[in-house]
């Protein structure tokens, strides 16, 4: 190579130092990250966060209630705290990009040979490449000898490229068509080459991934959850106007002072804000990524386990994916067995396992044949497989003898030099049918000669290749397709080979993208969510890198080229690489969206209810002020409502999970109509035990006390109402442990502090006569009578 370098000169230093000042390093830009205070000043600019950030204040400073005002502001740092992290996560995804450049580089400079930092390459500067190297940057090829480079990572194609001096390129050429250049981080597999680069850093191949990498959307949780969040603000505004009118009515006419009417403000905040709704989300999505993470899914983003059971269509990346990405032999024909499979292995550059993809399957099949090469056969001539030839060449001898000629390469060209008759006409009739299935097909043939152009060669037979399809792939079509998600093949090979494997696992022929390039990926990605289409994508390159970070959720399929890239880019992991493994993913995911639209539905109905209570008692009971107090309020929302919430997380619904297909949206008109009306339920039962207790001249105390007591009676039910799929009380409605354990704590800590003096003082309640738990109890049965009847007379969609 030595030589042929010789006649090609290279940049002079100085000329290559300017280029490196002007260009920069030849290096993936790393991006600054925003500073701590930066990234928790996003967390803070959430409607919810800025309701507590301000009840929290005014608690404090304003009404000088040490406790209750801490307790809102260390809720609020630890909401602050688990976003954050989860923000700095994401910015790893670029960094691992840069592992994939060349450390090291060989450049001509001037007349001599050099080994450089690949940082140190500039535009201009002619690089040479070897069997074994990684690509330092973009070039275009001035010398080329039986060159092959593995584009998987880019192109996505499971075969090596062949490539050649002036060859197609440019950027109007498509990637996995630019025969004439080489691209920065690809590996070169067999061959040799001198090469003129043409872009460094940022704006390689490579480098535009990195560049697509940064930003990247929400998942469909965080999105309903934020729209969750914003309506709850509205509502807590809407509520605070009306409270100001009233209060100030009231301070008009004596009959409360401003500082009862801040009490209420305040108490109203608290009741607004479903403060264990953050909490309780994290801890269902944690606990629910531990139980994947056993099953070989891991999560990275904990809202992709949602994302990932609301997929409406997964975008399957084929090589790595749907097949293993490694070439096999999947058929052969052949006079002979063993000649084929000895002349396999005579044309043949593999080396322990390690080679072009072709020649890695070629021995493999004569290995599992038990064919070896004779002892002291020796190679004494090469063609490399070359691009226009489509055939390699090579002649061997043993022992002084008379040279062998063996050929191996595309069927019409290695055929077309064998001798006319029955046989080579039989194996050029086979060649179609072969190819029909979708299969690479291979033709050898030998010649007792030393000349590697000669012809009148002896046809040995045909060998045909696949992509091998792993075992899950079928049945994880199938299930998809039961669970009512759509397959959409994704690949960057040709579309004869993706039709074939798509029949093969059971994909739609129309439902197959070939020939496509990193930035056609995510053109489709965002193509299909502008549809609507809730999208996975998974893959296992460099080239799905942007497509995984972009798409609802991204499912990267470790063990292959461009895995860590992959995985920093996507938001869950297969450890096993199997697509099957993804239905698990699936199921958990959908059951975890029925235990989260539960769990909302929970919170919310109960913090309405809430908000109902109060404001109905700053209108009809003056001398009460507000029936509830903040410290009541942070005790329900806290202490109490925490507990369920959890374990409606985690709670296990009947039937297979993925039979239950995704529900509406978590604010959609019908969700919030339920809501509102089992808040409705809640809010009047409890106005009639306040109003009873009233009528019976209880003390304020008692008064306040009753009423915290029914709400969190009536609260408890609405754990079972809405996790029922139909009636409350259905066929197995014990089955769910950690909601029947949850709501059992929870009463008997209700009691405690009720019935304990010392207990109940701190949170301003006091022991109640048996009407009082008589009535809590009248409220409790009357919530799930009454939200089952509304259930009855408005059918269709239940649950949230």
């Known amino acids: 190579m030595t030589s042929a370098v010789r006649t090609l000169r290279g940049l002079p230093e100085e000329e290559a130092a300017r280029l490196l000042a002007e260009h920069g390093p030849n290096e993936i ?4 990250p925003p500073a701590l205070p930066v990234r928790a000043a996003r967390q803070l600019a959430d409607p919810l966060s800025v309701l507590l950030l301000v009840a929290g204040l005014v608690t404090l400073v304003v009404l000088a ?3 209750e005002g801490i307790a809102i502001l260390a809720i609020l740092l630890v909401n602050v705290l688990i976003g954050t992290g989860q923000e700095v996560r994401a910015d790893k995804a670029v960094r691992a990009l840069r592992a994939l450049t060349a450390p090291m580089a060989t450049v001509v400079r001037g007349d001599a040979v050099r080994r ?29 000898e039986g060159l092959a480079v593995d584009e998987a990572m880019l192109t996505g194609e499971s075969l090596s490229a062949a490539k050649r001096a002036g060859g197609p390129g440019g950027p109007d050429v498509p990637l996995g068509d630019r025969a004439g250049e080489i691209f920065s981080g690809t590996l070169v597999v067999h061959g040799r080459g001198t090469a003129e680069v043409l872009r460094t850093g940022a704006a390689t191949e490579v480098g535009r991934i990195a560049s697509a990498l940064r930003g990247g959307g929400r998942g469909p949780l965080e999105a309903e959850l934020a729209q969750v969040s914003r309506r709850i603000g509205l509502l807590a505004v809407a509520a605070g106007a009306l409270m100001i009118l009233i209060g100030l009515t009231r301070v008009s006419r004596g009959e409360a002072s401003l500082v009862d009417i801040i009490l209420a403000g305040v108490a109203l905040a ?10 309780a989300v994290t801890t269902a999505l944690a606990l629910c990524a531990q139980r994947m993470a056993r099953l070989g899914v891991i999560v990275r983003r904990l809202p992709a386990i949602e994302a990932l059971g609301a997929t409406t269509v997964i975008a399957a990346d084929k090589t790595g994916t749907l097949t293993t990405g490694h070439l096999t032999v999947a058929d052969h024909l052949a006079v002979s067995g063993t000649e084929l499979w000895r002349a396999a292995l005579r044309c043949n550059d593999a080396e322990d396992g390690l080679g072009d993809a072709v020649d890695v399957a070629l021995a493999a099949a004569a290995a599992r044949e038990d064919v070896r090469l004779p002892v002291g056969e020796t190679r004494i001539g090469t063609r490399p497989f070359d691009a226009e030839t489509r055939s390699m060449a090579v002649v061997t001898a043993v022992d002084g003898a008379r040279p062998l000629l063996t050929v191996k390469g595309a069927p019409e060209v290695v055929l077309a030099r064998c001798v006319p008759g029955e046989r080579t006409d039989r194996f050029a009739e086979a060649v179609s049918g072969l190819a029909q299935r979708g299969l690479r097909v291979l033709a050898l043939a030998e010649g007792e000669t030393g000349d590697l152009d000669a012809s009148g060669l002896r046809p040995l037979g045909l060998v045909a290749l696949q992509d091998e399809i792993r075992p899950s792939a079928r049945r994880a079509v199938a299930d998809c397709r039961a669970a009512g998600i759509r397959v959409v093949m994704v690949t960057g090979d040709h579309a004869e080979t993706a039709r074939s494997v798509a029949a093969e696992v059971g994909i739609d022929a129309d439902a197959v993208v070939a020939r496509v390039d990193p930035a056609t990926k995510l053109g489709l990605v965002r193509e299909l969510k502008e549809r609507g289409e809730v999208v996975a994508m998974t893959g296992d390159g460099v080239n799905d890198a942007p497509a995984l970070r972009h798409a609802d959720v991204g499912v990267a399929m470790a063990g292959d080229e461009g895995t860590d890239v992959a995985r920093e880019a996507a938001a869950v992991v297969v450890t096993n690489g199997e697509l099957g493994t993804i239905v698990t993913g699936v199921r958990e995911g959908r059951r975890l969206r029925h235990n989260v639209a ?13 908000i109902l209570i109060v404001l109905t008692g700053l209108i009809v009971w003056p001398d009460l002020v507000v029936p509830l107090l903040p410290v009541h309020l942070l005790w329900i929302n806290l202490a109490l409502d925490g507990i369920p919430a959890i374990a409606l997380g985690v709670d296990r619904p009947a039937g297979d999970p993925l039979t239950l297909r995704r529900r509406e949206r978590l604010m959609a008109w019908t969700a919030l109509t339920r809501i509102g009306l089992r808040a409705v339920v809640v809010a009047v039962l409890v106005f009639a035990a306040v109003e009873t207790a009233r009528r019976l001249g209880w003390s304020d105390e008692q008064v306040r006390a009753q009423a915290v007591l029914a709400l969190v009676f009536a609260r408890l ?5 809405t996790r029922a799929r139909r009636m409350t009380f259905e066929s197995g409605w014990w089955r769910g442990r950690a909601v029947l354990v949850a709501v059992t704590a929870t009463l008997l800590l209700q009691t405690l502090v009720t019935a304990v003096p010392v207990l109940g003082a701190p949170l301003a309640l006091v022991p109640l006569p048996p009407l009082g738990w008589a009535m809590a109890l009248g409220a409790a049965v009357l919530t799930v009578a009454l939200c089952d009847a509304l259930r009855r007379t408005a059918p269709g969609r239940t649950g949230t």
Request: net charge negative; glycine share 6%.
């Open 29 to 32: 830009p790393q991006p600054r």
């Open 598 to 610: 539960s769990m909302i539905g929970y919170l919310l109905a109960g913090n309405l209810a809430e």
């Open 116 to 144: 450089l930092p690949a940082a140190e390459v500039v535009p201009g500067d002619l690089v040479v490449v070897a069997a074994g190297d990684r690509v330092p940057a973009d070039a275009r090829l001035a010398e080329a």
């Open 65 to 67: 209630e040490v406790p």
């Open 717 to 721: 039910t609405l754990a079972y109402v």
């Open 270 to 279: 608290i009741a607004a804000v479903p403060e264990s709704m953050a909490a």
